[in-house]
């Protein structure tokens, strides 16, 4: 099967499914054989093995930077945190723009 770019999403949820589906439980014992299971198979193509390492990686990055929100958090209390004006309502902007494009 190919995977092409409208149907990635569905075949790697369904081979997520698949892999925890197949994952031995929790206090089993491993030296016990386990019985074959046939059945289909998916094969990933390299883009998709690299969206299901991109989309991990992601899942793994926190939501906010603690470093960085020390580092402003600091700069307010010493009374030296400026914000550019000019910078701020251009990204705004920007950010408005891409909204709409979206």
Same mark, same amino acid.
């Given at each position: 099967?190919?995977?092409?770019?409208?149907?990635?999403?569905?075949?790697?949820?369904?081979?997520?499914?698949?892999?925890?589906?197949?994952?031995?439980?929790?206090?089993?014992?491993?030296?016990? /054989?386990? =019985?074959?299971?046939?059945? +289909?198979? @998916?094969?990933?193509?390299? $883009?998709?093995?690299?969206?299901?390492?991109? !989309?991990?990686?992601?899942? /793994?990055? =926190?939501?906010?930077?603690? +470093?960085? @929100?020390?580092?402003?958090? $600091?700069?307010?209390?010493?009374?030296?945190? !400026?914000?550019?004006?000019?910078?701020?309502?251009?990204?705004?902007?920007?950010?408005?723009?891409?909204?709409?494009?979206?």
């Amino acid at each position: 099967m190919e995977v092409t770019g409208k149907n990635i999403t569905t075949t790697l949820e369904a081979y997520t499914n698949k892999v925890q589906q197949t994952k031995q439980p929790a206090g089993s014992d491993p030296e016990k /054989e386990q =019985p074959s299971v046939k059945g +289909d198979t @998916v094969s990933l193509s390299k $883009e998709a093995r690299e969206v299901t390492s991109v !989309t991990q990686k992601l899942e /793994e990055t =926190p939501d906010i930077r603690e +470093d960085k @929100v020390a580092e402003i958090q $600091e700069k307010i209390n010493n009374g030296t945190y !400026t914000v550019d004006g000019q910078k701020a309502a251009t990204n705004l902007l920007a950010e408005s723009l891409i909204n709409e494009l979206v």
